[in-house]
């Protein structure tokens, strides 16, 4: 199993983000203190394409995991603290629902073995587990010293 390059990048630039939190607080409309970075800082930091940037940016922020500010003294900052936000939870912003085999899947039949497929009722505990696992990696790890 590997994760596209899009997603490998979308780790890349949000743990990215996430170094900026404690730096050049403002102050939201909700008055929490939170950083904020351009994309344009963010593919500099990254040295990741400023349309890819781009892309990401709009993936991440539909699935709530960024938040764009437009105008003077805009720009991204994340939409929950660092700690609340997963490696699952970026991986699935950009590729979907985590799905190792395509029965994990609720509905899709399309499967030729599905009938005499003994290992089926077995693919949603290990696919839960690889999920977990991406789980239980908060950004706050990603984003502090390599052990």
Same mark, same amino acid.
Do not use: F
């Given at each position: 199993m590997?994760?596209?390059?899009m997603?490998?990048?979308?780790?890349?630039m949000?743990?990215?983000?996430?170094?900026h939190?404690g730096?050049?607080?403002?102050?939201?409309?909700?008055?929490k203190?939170?950083?904020r970075?351009?994309?344009g800082?963010?593919? =500099?930091e990254?040295? =990741?394409?400023?349309?890819?940037?781009?892309?990401? #940016?709009?993936?991440l922020?539909?699935?709530g995991?960024l938040?764009?500010v437009?105008?003077?003294g805009?720009g991204?900052t994340l939409?929950?603290p660092a700690?609340?936000?997963?490696?699952?939870?970026?991986?699935?912003? #950009?590729?979907?629902?985590i799905?190792?085999?395509?029965? #994990?899947?609720?509905?899709?039949?399309?499967?030729?073995?599905?009938l005499?497929?003994h $290992?089926?009722?077995?693919?949603?505990v290990v696919?839960s587990?690889v999920?977990g696992?991406?789980?239980? $990696?908060?950004?706050?790890?990603?984003?502090?010293?390599a052990?």
């Open positions: 590997r994760l596209s390059n997603a490998d990048y979308a780790v890349v949000m743990t990215a983000a996430s170094r939190c730096s050049a607080q403002l102050v939201g409309a909700d008055g203190k939170r950083a970075i351009s994309a800082q963010l593919a =500099l990254t040295g =990741l394409p400023a349309p890819t940037v781009q892309k990401l #940016v709009s993936k922020s539909a699935a995991l938040r764009s437009r105008g003077s805009g991204l939409a929950r700690a609340a936000i997963t490696l699952a939870d970026i991986v699935e912003a #950009v590729e979907g629902p799905a190792l085999t395509p029965c #994990v899947e609720s509905g899709r039949h399309d499967c030729g073995m599905e005499a497929c $290992v089926r009722p077995h693919w949603g696919n587990a999920r696992a991406l789980a239980a $990696v908060p950004l706050t790890q990603l984003a502090g010293a052990a």
